[in-house]
């Protein structure tokens, strides 16, 4: 079922290490080919073969300005018209019996700084269900569902949909957009240094959540913290700057990538931020 330890040519040649664990459709979510995204002057990021699992929290790494940001973006299409992208990422979604199926739900993404509009929680989070048209009698319940799921349900006042989202508190914040991407009912979450702004109890918190959606959906996690990586992801990729532009340089199992990370990269970035050798 799971094929170890494909390396590709191209990747070879970066001196990369590629762990292509998913090679059955029953496994990979998404896979990559010859992806590479453009600015107007540069190559931001070249990623020849990649494929994530169905399932799982991958952990992605990287020093600042390798693209791992951009990635995303080109991930969930929310890029600038600066940027451009080509190559193939095709996604594989699953529906209730496990069955791979077209119809894919879309990604939901929490930015570093939280990105709630300027209304009450409840019409923050009425707009994934109306765009899903869910019929308006089932939207409260499924709502006060999502807010408990993220454990914001017993912080927020007995009045908690006339509450003001902006004035709920960053960690909150970032749980309640988590929360709005339950309700759009995502198969694929991005999070793009969530916790960075947040004390560690916060941090704890949208912890606890990455780990339980990990275990059904795919969950890319980019994120500056080893410790981080190191709790709660199952496969960690490193991007590199490598001649003037970013390029991944390792996949592979979390287990292995910090227990003996492959490339060069990785360990000197490993070292760097433990100050281990
Ligand atoms: N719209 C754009 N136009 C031109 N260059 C861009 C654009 N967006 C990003 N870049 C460039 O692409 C490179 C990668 O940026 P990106 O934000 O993806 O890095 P990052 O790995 O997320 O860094 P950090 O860890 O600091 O967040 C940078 O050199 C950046 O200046
Ligand atoms: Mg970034």
């Given at each position: 079922m799971i094929a170890q330890s494909l390396i590709t040519n191209n990747q070879a040649a970066n001196n990369a290490h590629i762990q292509?664990?998913?090679?059955e459709p029953e496994c990979c979510g998404m896979s990559i080919k010859d992806l590479s995204i453009h600015a107007k002057k540069k190559t931001i990021l070249t990623v020849d073969e990649l494929r994530f699992p169905k399932t799982g929290v991958v952990a992605i790494m990287g020093p600042s300005g390798s693209g791992k940001s951009t990635f995303l973006k080109a991930m969930s299409e929310?890029?600038?018209?600066n940027l451009t992208h080509k190559g193939d990422i095709d996604i594989t979604c699953f529906d209730a019996t496990n069955e791979p199926t077209s119809i894919c739900s879309h990604f939901a993404m929490v930015w570093q700084k939280p990105t709630v509009f300027p209304c009450s929680i409840y019409d923050n989070l009425k707009v994934p269900l109306r765009k899903r048209k869910?019929?308006?009698?089932?939207w409260r319940t499924l709502m006060v569902q999502a807010l408990n799921d993220v454990g914001l349900m017993g912080e927020l006042d007995e009045k908690w949909d006339k509450q003001?989202?902006?004035?709920?508190s960053g960690g909150q914040q970032q749980r309640l957009s988590i929360a709005m991407g339950l309700l759009k009912d995502s198969n694929i979450f991005l999070f793009d240094e969530p916790t960075s702004a947040l004390d560690p109890i916060s941090t704890d918190k949208i912890e606890n959540i990455i780990k339980k959606l990990g275990k059904e959906k795919l969950v890319l996690l980019v994120t500056h913290s080893l410790g981080q990586a190191r709790r709660v992801s199952d496969y960690s990729a490193m991007f590199h700057n490598h001649k003037d532009q970013g390029a991944l340089c390792e996949f592979s199992s979390s287990e292995s990538f910090f227990k003996s990370p492959a490339s060069s990269q990785s360990r000197e970035f490993i070292m760097k931020e433990t100050g281990i050798q």
């Open positions: 292509l664990l998913f090679n929310l890029m600038d018209e869910v019929a308006r009698k089932e003001r989202a902006q004035r709920l």
